[in-house]
């Protein structure tokens, strides 16, 4: 039994090392474990070489892969037990464990290694808090705003952010921790909420939240300006003057202008204010700015004009009819102006009686009372006029000349009317005939042009061909001439030619001759 107990040994060790006197490394180890576990919690993980013989003594030593040096567990196998690593968790744990398997005190055997086990360490997160850049006590608008959801504890935490218990929907930036807003405007402004959360094996949720509220300053708006008139009970006048934005953020200091020089000056919780300057009617004033301002930013308002008129000149009533569709005048629309006056105030009169509010057949309108809506009809007929005052002084009023209103007289055509209609009508039909006529003629006119026009291009035609007939004939006679003058010639070199040689032959004396008189004849008949 013990013969056999030793060659199993031996064929063990022949297997694992197949190599006598070299370094045999180990087969590599599987570790096991769980891959995430909370801090302070008590876990084991398990290293083991599957197949490892009995009697093969190994170390087994656990460690981060970040932190080769420090070992945070150790067991030795003297035989087929797994390797156990109890630990305390804590946040130095988490990473990736790996397992070292090495022969106990034998240093001919290679160590080898396991696959890494990454493990998360879960701290469950507390102490949520907002921290804003630049504080929330100071935000204005057009700014960025960067809100930072920062924590005392906890690990691999998710964030989520809420507006007014809403969930951020726009497109701001965000990063995992960091929400940024640019460009703010009032529509940013809200309580603002951070939710920090991280959970362990799905059934342990851990939250933390912050709330945070920001409100977005706003700087104020152009300024708009308005000027009324009192009249003061020692009889004395003074301007009300209205300075109002539609914005800003308290605090806001209102100044008003005259030219450059500063009249008065205010600071208020709200977006408007009231001046008071003493004025004197009908004497130039100048003009007058509100400028607005809050957190280093200002603003002007448009000029106003402080002079104030009294009310004088002509007084005027205009109508506008409005009809039905077989041109009935239904209803009249009355606008009493008067030629000058600041401040003008109207009353509306028919038949000397006053036309006050709405009544059955009309409606005084307009903030000065300037316009009167009627509905023409029996008891709308009447003589209407209207009187303009000062509405400081209304002791004073100057008077419209009156119209007559009357359904019956609107709706009739005047003989005027009737007349004009008709010149136009009979001026247009005479135009009309003078159009034709002077077609007629015009076209005849041109047509009898146009005939002329086309017998001159014909002579001109012929006698551009008859040009062209006598420049041929010239240039043939040009060449008739040019032929005489050679036959000359020859017949010269000829008569040379039989002085030099009078033992010519007969025939060539006749050729000469002939040739002599063909010339002639040519020269003849080139004269002719």
């Known amino acids: ?134 504080s929330s006590n100071d935000i204005w608008e057009g700014q960025t705003l960067t809100l930072q959801c920062t924590k005392t504890k906890g690990t691999y935490v998710s964030y989520q952010w809420f507006r007014n218990e809403k969930p951020v929907e726009m497109a701001y930036d965000r990063t995992d921790d960091t929400l940024i807003i640019h460009k703010l405007s009032a529509r940013n402004t809200g309580q603002y909420m951070c939710v920090a959360s991280n959970q362990y094996n799905d059934t342990a949720i851990f939250n933390s939240s912050d709330g945070l509220f920001v409100q977005v300053k706003e700087y104020v708006s152009k300024p708009e300006i308005s000027v009324d008139v009192v009249k003061l009970k020692d009889g004395g006048f003074k301007a009300v003057i209205s300075c109002r934005s539609e914005k800003g953020t308290p605090l806001n200091t209102f100044s008003l202008l005259n030219n450059t020089d500063v009249i008065a000056t205010e600071t208020s919780d709200r977006t408007s204010v009231l001046f008071s300057v003493p004025v004197e009617l009908n004497r130039y004033m100048g003009h007058v700015r509100c400028n607005a301002s809050n957190e280093g930013n200002w603003v002007l308002s448009e000029p106003a004009d402080l002079t104030v008129e009294s009310v004088e000149g002509a007084v005027t009533v205009t109508p506008v009819t409005y009809m039905r569709r077989d041109f009935q005048v239904v209803g009249l629309d009355l606008r009493c102006k008067v030629e000058r006056g600041t401040f003008p105030f109207y009353r509306w009169f028919l038949n000397n009686s006053r036309l006050e509010g709405q009544g059955g057949f009309y409606a005084v309108v307009l903030p000065d009372n300037s316009g009167l809506s009627l509905s023409v009809g029996r008891d709308s007929a009447g003589l209407y006029h209207c009187e303009a005052s000062d509405r400081l002084d209304n002791s004073t009023s100057i008077r419209s000349p009156r119209i007559l209103i009357n359904k019956e007289v609107l709706n009739r055509v005047s003989p005027v009317v009737a007349v004009v209609v008709f010149t136009c009508f009979a001026l247009l039909n005479v135009a009309l005939m003078a159009c034709c006529i002077y077609g007629v003629v015009l076209r005849r006119r041109y047509s009898g042009k146009y005939l002329l026009i086309k017998q001159r291009r014909k002579m001109e035609i012929a006698v551009k061909q008859e040009d062209e007939e006598e420049e041929e004939e010239e240039e043939e006679d040009y060449l008739m001439l040019e032929g005489y003058e050679e036959d000359v010639v020859l017949a010269d070199r000829m008569s040379d030619s039989a002085a030099e040689d009078e033992g010519e032959s007969v025939d060539e004396t006749l050729l000469y001759e002939g040739a002599v008189s063909k010339s002639t004849d040519i020269l003849e008949e080139f004269n002719l």
């Open 1 to 134: 039994m013990e013969s056999m107990h030793v060659s199993l040994i031996l064929i063990g060790i022949s297997v694992l090392y197949p190599g006598t006197g070299s370094l045999h490394k180990l087969d590599q180890p599987v570790l096991l474990g769980p891959s995430v576990a909370t801090e302070g919690s008590v876990v084991e993980f398990y290293c083991e070489i599957p197949g490892k013989p009995a009697t093969l003594s190994v170390l087994y030593e656990l460690y981060l892969e970040t932190n080769q040096s420090k070992v945070i567990g150790e067991h030795t196998s003297n035989s087929e037990e797994i390797a156990i690593f109890p630990l305390v968790i804590t946040t130095q744990h988490d990473g990736r464990l790996i397992c070292k398997a090495s022969g106990h005190n034998n240093t001919d055997i290679e160590s080898s290694f396991s696959v890494g086990l990454d493990l998360k360490v879960i701290i469950p997160v507390e102490g949520a808090r907002i921290i804003s850049h630049p």
